[in-house]
């Protein structure tokens, strides 16, 4: 019952003011909440929900991949590992699990997400950003946007990432994935228009340390129109993109 | 001349082999020049173009400043310190100096910018905050972008954020400035749809260790949704808004 | 009108289900606001305010100072620098300033604070820590909290801190200020039963790291009992302070 | 033998001087130990002991724990492995042992401890700070102070946090535990009167550098009122919210 | 097909300007691609080419090397596990690994490297630091130049390293290997008239904060003519020897 | 009176049991004081005191500096600036202020300290460590410690250093002292059989950190026998020396 | 053959001078050696030998205690696993193994170590620096200095501390061992005459960063006659101490 | 007098075994700083000797330029302020003072240095890198290497860098100096064959933490070839070529 639905049965006397006080005392943080889930359900009903896998028990796991199937929702599931995904499968739930980037994905009675208008360009420094690229790549089909991959492009060789660049300039979003130096999004950002995420990796050695080097290079970006999200967080820089080309569709 | 024009003249004779191979061996760099100019001819061309004002000598900046006016074209200076202005406008050179932001701006002939559409939501934690969010407005200003001013509410009275929230949520972007814990990026992205650029300031003493603590803090949202920039860097977070808000043109 | 006023409007056909929904959609944030304000108003309201002067123009400063004093509010200016002191008395405040603490007070109308129950005592390892621990006995005092001050008890002379024992014991908390090595909050948590409040200063030199020796001195503190506010906080402690102080006058 | 027991015994001629010099001479430390002993007796007696059981062989862990028992007294042991307790049930000794916490209870012959005045709301950012929550809950109950669990209440979904306010506010103290961007401290200090004691936690990856994130953000905190433990610390915090809670039956 | 060729086919009419327009459209990057090729041929034919093993599968390693031996090419795997080795011997390729180096060299149809002029002499602090320096001097050798051991020469005791100073003077190029304090390189380069490539190692325990403590060291060098390469990064500090020799052949 | 004295007049009847009682319990107190200053004394009195400068005005510090003359001890000064020795010159004051060291001694009536056995080789890394090589040669020699200047011996020019080896192997105690990479302490420590004090210094730039890099290299340091002091510490080098040598007068 | 001897050979016609001029040629380095064993023979011979463990293969150790064992020599292993030694003993040496303090003793047929004058206190402030202060009295015993084991006498309960102050001031040097806060090497600094070799250990958690937290406590000494050595070396504190001691012996 | 001079001397009987002795005891170290002499005279003696201007006092700058003035050797001063570079003009010395770079070069009397073969590219990635390069420039130049400036090519406009390709491909060595990102060594290091010596500069603000944030980007440097100096090193980059150079002509 919303704010209306009870003020109207004031009106009426169907609701004594006692009980329409009472609720109401409660609605604020129901509507907030409903806020919330408007905005959430944007992201979420349709779009399914997301489950981060560590530190939760096979069971527990289980528990809330069930539960919104019961829901009819699909559910994303990221930084699972073999285990969690045996376990799952042992349980009888079909999901497709992808080792290299760690995501599984139950899909929902409703079908795919709707798709988002726009792409966006997956671009990595090296082979070994393939785990984070790949997160990044699935959470966004997961969301309905379309992803073009450009791995293995990184600035050692130029010329790799020259040639991929009509490719990477078609797409409304970029991501650049990159560890060591982590320069890929400030050169990208000085070759493209678009707005361009960049998440750091802990891919590297020594100096790298464990990615704060890529970091700081992302941060220090001499071309402007960079963002940075967290350390190997594939997940949330596609979630970024998702929010931007959101925004697409609202304006058209 | 271009390429076809040069392979035109060869098939016509007009140039001889040798030469032609010589002005081809140059076209790739000026053809990526002009790749380069074309997407930059975009945030440019029109909108002015922008200077970055720390550790140029007055006379430097008088040259540079000067060579834009010669080509119409409009200037945005930034980190313009107030001597350097009053140097300027000793010169006979008519800008618009806001001593809050340090922004500097030259119109050019043409005229200001043409609109990019949606706005920017700029919110800010604290007052000393001020600086950079107003150094983000007048950049986005600059560049065509409308900025809504949401200064104050920062999470030490959530009140006067939630109070603000239907103005920011109206936004295609927003923009989160803050200092010492850098919570706000974080609440935002839970409050609103749209993707939200973070921006720590080096506002704070001791354990805020000049802004790394806000960076820290914003590159760790639980919310997604957040792309951070360089501490204090206003202007980068503007540049990223509009890019976003420039696609959404291209969208439609 | 809070909820139940117009939920009686309601029933009664004086206000119209749109409007009351209006008003209602409304109410959360300023019952919030209220809520907020209740429990401010007991910091605040007979305690007067608290302003914090760095990065505040003179006439900022001196509006700010203006507004509370028409509202016959005391105030508390913190970190106010002798410059900004002598404006305010060119403007004909009558404050009280204090050098050494650099904080300012103008009594308000209704007179001084009621007092807090028990009393603060506040230690300091070194006499280069007295501003900050006179920022928090002065904070402590604007608030109606005793403060015992008990200085240079370091722990190079470990029965200086000995012979004031029974003095700081008979304080319902001890702040313990020390900057450098910073051991003074461990030993002290180690010989008095109160909560220990610690405040690392910014003293020393080399690999002090400008207050970051002592601060994780004191969150590695091997006694408990001990909770660490930021670099020379003195103003947070002696508000933490009062905190845990009002709280005896609510539970007797 | 005091000190005037002492000085009788030598004026009656009972004690030479030598003798009484050297008793004498010893007595400080002993005093001192009492005195020790004294304010430390209303932590252990009754309260029972603590031990912190890392780094403990299983065989030195026993000793320990029948030495407390020998002497009627409970004992609460931290961070207690799964092959800690076991190694303990097989010897014999009957414990409470909780694999989230890993704290390990057993109960004294006394019986339980005094009840203490007032109660702790437990609030935790996410699931994973569960383990560090239930440490400091089940800390705070074996000292005999109630613990209010409000787990979950992250400042992502803000309207989780707002839902429990009233029972968090009815807390005489609070503690906040948060990893990655730990900022539930602050947001919690503008929302309650009571003090909040801050527990930043090792939860996250990449750019929260192990707690150090939330730990910074804590120490920030833009609302007074907020004391920081060391990371992970639940003991700790709530060690100190009884120090707190203590104080107020001193009062009353 | 080159530039050259194209504008000699539109000259004799073979090729169509629309034709030979969209070849030359593409030729920047191959050219480009090529001329990396050019300046990368000089490493890598003839010199083999180098895998970085770490994140590879066994199956992805296999194909790469396969595809190397394939084209006749020699190949160096750096930081080989013995399990990658070991597979590779199961599948019947026939390698030179070294254990204590983690380097794998696959011989090419074509035989060794040309020999590049001068020598590199690589000198380390102590016996932890083999490794490293073993992959630097397999490295070289891989490449054609010849190596100098000069193992456990650290500054502790001086003399050890006077006794070897007459061969390391002897070299080109000096590499110096230390972990800890890693004062070697600094001490070499006041030793010798050669350029000096310092390689901090993570040899060492608590302050050597896994190898930044000897990397400070080292770009500290008061001695000038030192540059350092990553932690740990025999490869790089090799590879880097090999320029500056290979400059020698050019110079001759 | 001392605890005997006490006793003895208590048992001759001249002082009451009451009186002693109350005489003693402040004994403890003052018996840990004497204690202090028994071990003190041995460095003060007849020695002198020393004074930190920083942090006071130039009245506090004549006030101190008075006290002690009065009392006729001489009086060592550390950190003094030019403008305080200038004003304890103004006030009358015969002291000798050293530029560079910013040391200033105030002579005792009872003459210079009674003279310590053996003596410090006071050695230095370049000339920029000059400043606090003589603070410590002059602390040094105010407490009667002989001190062996070999300045600008760094490891940059070893032969430098093995030329004053002979000097420096004569002293008990060495004090090396240097910036940048800091190596020198470990080389000393690998040439000498006397106790190292290392002292880092602030002298360099960019990643010497201020220090922090040189503190790194001497706490690494491969050779043995090395003690670490703070950065910049010249007075605390010259201390533990001080100590280190009056045990020799003890044990002999 | 030394210097001497060589210019007699060639005075009495036994030795050309080109051949004495090859030998001499070598001598400085073994002058220079000699000096080192001169001054190492000292430590060394009779002494023993001290092997790291840590990297070294169970041959290589096997080998390198044997060549020590037949020169008469004994050997003192640190850091050595309970896998080495047992090694070692499959292997027919005969060593004195302690797991706590992971250090190894094979006697020498020359017996025991020469007695060192005086005796080192070793303090630790939990039980949790067992291994790194049994690793410090080890090494001390085996070089012939007395080590007065006072553990367990952290400041969180300072009278345990002072009980054994009487016994700690006998000792002519002290060793201060302690993780977390670190701060009893400053406290003990303060209680006695002696110099004082402060060890900061990796025990704590959290914010104690491995040890860097207790490394800066000590190196900000309040108390001056402190000097530092690397995290968890007690073998190097030991060494220092020893040092210092026979410094005692010399003068006497 | 040499080795062989001193035995003939002995055989001879016109030196005694005595005399003989004491020479060559201290022959070493002669012979070594002969040693040192004869490749440093390869540096000093022709090219000059370089003074680090910062720290020293005008009359101490006087006195050592003074010096290699009698001795008819040129100087280069290496940051050195306008105020020292007045001073020594107001003593009558003539010099080239450069004020961006703060080099000040005095003329021997012998003339230039001899040249080096090959050249160096100094390369930077924005204006701000200037002062660096210029430092960089005039010592290579001052040591006879041509250098071959090509500023502001930074990889934010990749086009302007691409072309100035070929003449940065005709040095024998690169320098690469860049602050923010530091990308521009990596990028060069992929695009060129000689060896890149890589210079951070603290060009920047924020997360560029002075230098830092270049510094490892550099060091993590994907493309391999590239070693990195100290922060704003324009000084070392520039004789680490100059070492690399001379070894061309040695070996030509």
Redesign the interface.
């Known amino acids: 019952m919303d704010?209306?639905a009870v003020?109207?049965a004031?009106?009426e006397?169907r609701l004594s003011?006692a009980e329409?006080?009472a609720q109401?005392?409660d609605?604020?943080?129901r509507?907030?909440?409903f806020?919330?889930l408007d905005?959430h359900r944007?992201?979420r009903t349709g779009f399914g929900e997301v489950v981060f896998c560590?530190?939760?028990t096979d069971r527990q796991l289980e528990t809330i991949v069930r539960a919104f199937m019961q829901a009819g929702q699909a559910v994303l599931g990221t930084r699972c590992t073999v285990q969690q995904a045996d376990f799952l499968a042992a349980c009888g739930i079909r999901a497709d699990f992808d080792e290299v980037s760690r995501t599984l994905v139950v899909r929902g009675e409703t079908g795919d997400s709707p798709k988002l208008?726009?792409s966006v360009a997956i671009c990595t420094?090296?082979?070994?950003d393939l785990p984070v690229a790949e997160e990044a790549a699935r959470t966004a089909e997961f969301f309905g946007l379309r992803a073009e991959r450009c791995y293995d492009v990184?600035?050692?060789?130029?010329?790799r990432l020259?040639?991929r660049l009509e490719s990477i300039?078609s797409a409304?979003?970029v991501i650049a994935i990159a560890g060591?130096?982590?320069?890929l999004a400030?050169?990208l950002?000085?070759?493209?228009?678009?707005?361009v995420?960049a998440v750091?990796t802990?891919?590297?050695?020594?100096?790298?340390?464990?990615?704060?080097?890529?970091?700081?290079?992302?941060?220090?970006?001499?071309?402007?129109?960079?963002?940075?999200?967290?350390?190997?967080?594939g997940?949330?820089a596609a979630?970024?993109a998702c929010?931007?080309c959101?925004?697409?569709a609202?304006?058209?």
Chains 1, 2, 3, 4, 5, 6, 7, 8 share one sequence.
Do not use: Q, W
């Open positions: 704010v209306r003020l109207e004031v009106r006397g003011v329409a006080s109401l005392t609605l604020p943080y509507d907030l909440d806020a919330k905005h944007r992201l560590p530190g939760k208008p726009g420094g090296g082979t070994g990184g600035i050692a060789g130029l010329h020259l040639s300039r409304r979003v060591m130096e982590g320069a400030g050169v950002a000085g070759l493209v228009a678009a707005p995420i750091p802990s891919v590297g050695y020594g100096a790298s340390l464990n990615g704060i080097a890529p970091l700081l290079t992302m941060l220090n970006s001499c071309a402007e129109g960079v963002g940075v999200v967290n350390i190997d967080n997940f949330g979630m970024l929010r931007m959101r925004a697409l609202e304006e058209a």
